[in-house]
């Protein structure tokens, strides 16, 4: 595809991205005093005290955490005593034990780990997993009846089961133990399982409270080990395997999911598994060398052979998902059970086909989806031929959909494949900053969809609060999914927006873009990136470092690939003179070119390595107009005062370095105000506060009277 240059002519878009900048205070002495102890760049220091971490004993714990001294699992998972015996009492009688999995990453990896696990401490076991074409999500009752004639004594189920009621009861009717191994949100009835292992179900204060279901069938697996005495040869493909599901099903990357995976990481590019060494070397991920593992755990700087989350994350865990998604899940589990390097590379090219198809489906939805969404929608006259399911899609009325309004996106149409509708989701929430609902008919009667939400919003509350018009339902804050008669349709909708209005207020409606800290394009350069890789690893809850840089100039962009952003931006030097150039990819942002001459950007680093030279790049997250040459302020570095206003004491303070007037009142709420801004953050702390228009009532009186406290020029406008 031809690369496509901006000419002078071309016109100016009409939009930009529309984000929410919520960029963390400035706490220079702090970082400076970080960056000593840590030996980082005081911009990385800034970012761990942005992640809560603002002391060298803190500092030690997050970049080596193989140096804390964790609790064991047995005293933080209630049932994993009597799980661990009802397993080991299978084994020495040789019962017949059935694993339950699921069909997305962390359900086949969870699968595949207990299989590799249990067969290797001799019990005699199977699985199975049920349609995702003609059964959705988790155990049933046709699986537990299947198991019993098939004489199985005991019943795991991983990443699945915690809502199953109704089949794990008819499990104990048939005689048939269950152990529920699972990870999503806990319903108000929990099934009568003989031992259910959540994590939603301990302390909230846990290190392990953070697992994916991959985890959980980890912390079961290697306890049973350690109970038998044969961890040996065992716990280093466990936790490859475990590695693999904890990032591609998106789990916070904190508590032992830092530590593992970490440590995972750095295995898995000298796997011994199969179809790990298959699926990297087809999905063309650099793998190490033998030397890699001479890096010791305390080292700063991880090994530079070790995998990112990101390979993981785009490469590999894709590959996996998407067999899950429109193909057959024993196609991954045989991938990663097998020892032959045949049948592995087999398999992986299978999976990297399969999910160059899932690749397609989802650009034709997500096109199909924005027309939906974008143009002109009249009763009556839909803009496609639609076959009979559609007749029962309510077309909306209006030229265009009123997200304020509405404050939710509900969007069904028939000929989806409901497999991949949860990626297009997460595409329309980057798009629109509105929580999606997105599904499509499996019949003329039922519709089974996907949700994804917004940082203010909680998808399994939404769907609880829609239950009586819902079939199955599942899932967490983030994401869900559903299932329903079609003729709830319009009612859904309704309900849905019911639940937007009484959690999301109008200034929440734009995706948030949280931005760490501003950054010269002098100071990127490879040793910071390089540096980054101690924050590693990055991912949810510990997402990589944003960084921001005002009043760039673009002096070159083209459309590269399917709809990128190439550019290169300059500087403006301290004293007005123009300094580097440097790269920037713009992913997906085809709609947005060309882009004004004179900008913010909002970016992460990546490196690019082209013909042998390898230099950093920066990846665009955001971007907004420039509001000029940057505002030289002419009040001190930080000025504090006290005042009355409407017969109550108030502090103020104003930082030079954030350009930022804080306001505090006596019960600690806090109003922060950006210079030249009209929106403003109330609230206690900075994460949770709201936006407020601060030139309404009752701010604007407020912020005049700070500013007269503080003497600064203004205060009479």
Not at 67 to 94: G, R, T, Y
Request: aromatic letters at 6%; hydrophobic letters at 40%; glycine letters at 8%.
């Amino acid at each position: 595809m031809q690369d496509r240059p901006h000419s002078e002519s071309s016109p100016r878009p009409a939009r930009l991205p529309n984000h929410r900048w919520q960029i963390f205070p400035v706490r220079d002495e702090l970082a400076q005093q970080l960056a000593k102890t840590t030996g980082l760049s005081p911009l990385l220091s800034q970012v761990l005290i942005n992640r809560g971490i603002e002391t060298p004993e803190e500092a030690q714990a997050f970049l080596d955490p193989e140096s804390q001294v964790l609790p064991s699992p047995l005293e933080e998972f209630p049932d994993l005593a009597i799980s661990v015996e009802l397993l080991k009492e299978a084994i020495a009688s040789q019962h017949k034990i059935a694993i339950c999995g699921d069909y997305d990453a962390d359900g086949m990896t969870s699968t595949a780990l207990l299989l590799r696990a249990l067969r290797w401490l001799g019990a005699q076991v199977d699985y199975a997993i049920p349609s995702r074409m003609s059964e959705g999500y988790g155990i049933n009752r046709r699986i537990v009846e299947e198991f019993h004639r098939e004489g199985v004594w005991l019943i795991l189920t991983v990443d699945n089961g915690i809502s199953a009621f109704e089949p794990i009861d008819r499990a104990r009717q048939l005689g048939v133990k269950v152990i529920v191994t699972d990870h999503h949100d806990i319903p108000e009835k929990l099934p009568p399982a003989d031992a259910i292992l959540n994590p939603k179900l301990i302390r909230e204060s846990s290190p392990y409270r953070g697992v994916a279901g991959v985890g959980v069938a980890y912390i079961l697996a290697v306890t049973l080990a350690q109970q038998l005495g044969q961890t040996k040869g065992l716990v280093k493909p466990l936790l490859e395997l475990f590695t693999l599901g904890t990032i591609a099903d998106l789990a916070p990357l904190t508590g032992v999911n830092r530590r593992w995976v970490k440590r995972g990481l750095q295995q898995l590019p000298n796997s011994q598994l199969a179809g790990v060494q298959a699926l990297i070397q087809i999905a063309g991920v650099p793998q190490g060398t033998e030397n890699s593992e001479a890096e010791t755990p305390k080292s700063k700087i991880p090994n530079p052979q070790s995998l990112k989350p990101e390979d993981i994350g785009f490469r590999l865990g894709p590959r996996i998902n998407a067999v899950g998604r429109i193909a057959d899940p024993q196609t991954v589990i045989e991938l990663l059970i097998t020892d032959d390097m045949g049948i592995a590379l087999e398999r992986a090219m299978q999976c990297e086909q399969i999910n160059k198809h899932r690749q397609q489906l989802c650009e034709e939805i997500e096109r199909d989806a924005v027309t939906w969404c974008e143009e002109t929608q009249i009763i009556g006259t839909p803009n496609k031929k639609l076959d009979s399911a559609s007749e029962v899609l309510p077309q909306i009325p209006d030229k265009s959909i009123d997200f304020q309004q509405e404050r939710v996106l509900v969007l069904v149409q028939p000929g989806w494949h409901h497999g991949v509708i949860g990626i297009v989701a997460s595409r329309l929430v980057e798009r629109y900053g509105v929580p999606v609902f997105i599904g499509t008919y499996e019949d003329e009667h039922h519709v089974r969809g996907s949700a994804r939400g917004i940082p203010e919003f909680h998808v399994f509350e939404a769907l609880q609060f829609c239950q009586d018009l819902l079939g199955k339902f599942g899932g967490h804050k983030a994401a869900g999914g559903f299932s329903m008669p079609a003729e709830n349709l319009p009612a859904l909708r309704s309900r849905l927006s019911l639940f937007a209005h009484q959690c999301l207020e109008p200034q929440h409606l734009k995706p948030l873009l949280k931005i760490d800290v501003q950054a010269n394009l002098d100071d990127i350069n490879l040793d910071l990136y390089q540096q980054i890789d101690a924050l590693h690893p990055c991912g949810i809850e510990n997402a990589d470092p944003v960084f921001w840089t005002p009043n760039v100039r673009v002096v070159e962009q083209k459309i590269v690939g399917k709809g990128h952003v190439k550019l290169k931006f300059q500087d403006s030097g301290d004293n007005g003179s123009q300094v580097r150039k440097i790269e920037a990819i713009a992913w997906r942002w085809g709609n947005y070119y060309p882009l004004p001459s004179r900008v913010d950007i909002a970016y992460k680093l990546r490196q690019n390595t082209w013909n042998g030279n390898t230099t950093v790049q920066l990846e665009l997250v955001g971007l907004r107009r420039s509001t000029g040459e940057p505002h030289q302020l002419s009040f001190s570095p930080s000025l504090k005062a006290e005042f009355h206003y409407n017969q109550r004491r108030y502090t103020c303070s104003l930082s030079e370095s954030l350009k930022e007037l804080k306001i505090r009142n006596p019960e600690g709420k806090v109003l922060a105000i950006q210079q030249g801004h009209r929106m403003g953050l109330l609230g206690i702390t900075r994460e949770n506060a709201k936006e407020v228009d601060v030139t309404k009532p009752p701010f604007y009186p407020l912020i005049k009277a700070a500013m007269q406290a503080l003497d600064l020029p203004g205060k009479n406008t």
